[in-house]
Every structure is written in structure tokens, then in C-alpha cells.
């Protein structure tokens, strides 16, 4: 089984600073990593995965992540927010084989402030 | 990428009814997913459809309470039984696409028990 920490429940920011939101995860197998957005009143939209390869991994919007197996975490960021980024973030972590079930952490509330 | 189409949208339903969310996929996919997502919380997986077979419940959640069906590859229902008002939450659905594996999301269903 696995499990997803996002250590912020919410993150205040100014517009243009840069922001980094915290996950960190346990798995006893092979994991894949996500990070997905929801909009006020949306779905969720994949930001940017991790399968395999390269450790950093770029997604939709600006924003990037790096895994880093030896301390567990995918830590996501952006160089410079913009208002439309106000959202909530989830990490997200499923098993490399089988039935690739996601395991949500509990969400980081971003907040972009002019 | 896959295109879900989460009927209805939201509802509004009146305690010890059901209510039955439809999940259709613009292609044919094993796996379907059903997950729950509680009122300023997290994304719970509640099953896992597959089709031809019944199917998949986590800890916690029960045929009797949320029944599903799966009944080809594009197509999934999830009924949520005798209403009561710990019920409302946004219900979505979501498939794999194995070959690149992400999961896409349906809009999801917000249902409001009264």
C-alpha cells in the first residue's frame, strides 16, 4: 500500500514569486507520481507525471517537479505565479504494475495574491 | 487523451433515495475507477470496474451501499444507495490509459442530500 503527505494544507503567495508545494510519499514497490489541479467547481487536470527517466519533470502551465527517490518526495514548482494558478493541488502516487489505482494526498490550497 | 462524459453534473436528492452517476469514455478502456471526494477533502477511491467482472471495493465502501456496473468498455455506472446526508460529496469517475500511464477524471458529480 502507499501514502501521500502534502505537508501544506494551504499556501499563500504574492503574484510572480516563485512557490514550491511539498509531497512526500511511502510505497514498499515501484511508484508512479502525479500531480493534478482542480479549479473552483472543476475536475482534476493532470499537471505533469513521473514514470521513469529523468528526475525532473516539466508539465502544463510552467510548472515542474523533481523526484527524489532517496528522500521519497515531488516537491512541485513554478518560478513565478500568476492569480489564475489559485487552485487546489493534489499529489497523487500509484503502483508501477497491477491495477494503478491513484493514492491522493489531502490537497495544498494555493492562493495567489496580488 | 481521454474525453469523460459524468452525467449529471450535480443533484440534489432526498435522504433514502439513490442516485445513479452514468461515466462515458470516448474509447475502450479496462479500467474505470470510482472515487469520492468529501466536502474540503481529499479524492478516496471507492472501486475499481472492470469490465465482465464485478467489481473492485476498497475498505470501507460496499456492494450493497454503491453498486456498479460495467456493462462494456466505454460505459459505467455507480448508484449511491439509501441516501443520508453523510452521502453528499463530488462523485468522479476516471480511466487509465495504460500505454502512457495517466488517469483522466470526468467532471464529476456533485450530490447534495437533503
Known amino acids: 500500500a502507499q501514502s501521500v503527505t502534502q505537508l501544506d494544507s494551504q499556501v499563500p503567495v504574492f503574484e510572480e514569486a516563485p512557490v514550491e508545494l511539498r509531497c512526500n510519499y511511502s510505497?514498499?514497490?515501484?511508484?508512479?507520481l502525479f500531480w493534478y489541479v482542480q479549479y473552483p467547481n472543476q475536475g482534476l487536470q493532470l499537471l505533469l507525471k513521473y514514470l521513469s527517466g529523468s528526475t525532473l519533470v516539466k508539465g502544463i502551465n510552467g510548472f515542474e517537479a523533481e523526484f527524489n527517490k532517496s528522500q521519497t518526495s515531488f516537491h512541485l514548482r513554478k518560478p513565478s505565479v500568476h492569480i489564475s494558478d489559485t487552485a487546489e493541488y493534489f499529489c497523487?502516487?500509484?503502483?508501477?504494475?497491477?491495477?494503478?489505482?491513484?493514492?491522493f494526498g489531502s490537497g495544498t490550497r494555493l492562493q495567489v495574491q496580488p | 487523451s481521454a474525453v469523460i462524459s459524468q452525467k449529471p453534473s450535480r443533484d440534489i436528492c432526498q435522504r433514502g433515495t439513490s442516485l445513479t452517476i452514468q461515466c462515458q469514455v470516448d474509447s475502450q478502456v479496462t479500467m474505470m475507477f470510482w472515487y469520492r471526494q468529501q466536502p474540503g477533502q481529499s479524492l478516496t477511491l471507492i472501486a475499481t470496474?472492470?469490465?465482465?467482472?464485478?467489481?473492485?471495493?476498497e475498505s470501507g465502501f460496499v456492494i450493497d451501499k454503491f453498486p456498479i456496473s460495467r456493462p462494456n468498455l466505454t460505459f459505467s455506472t455507480l448508484t449511491v444507495s439509501n441516501l443520508s446526508p453523510e452521502d453528499s460529496s463530488i462523485y468522479l469517475c476516471?480511466?487509465?490509459?495504460?500505454?502512457?500511464?495517466?488517469?483522466?477524471f470526468g467532471a464529476g458529480t456533485r450530490l447534495s442530500v437533503l
Open positions: 470496474a472492470n469490465q465482465g467482472s464485478e467489481a473492485t471495493y
Open positions: 497523487a502516487v500509484s503502483e508501477d504494475t497491477g491495477r494503478r489505482a491513484l493514492t
Open positions: 476516471s480511466v487509465e490509459d495504460r500505454r502512457q500511464g495517466i488517469q483522466y
Open positions: 510505497s514498499s514497490v515501484s511508484v508512479y
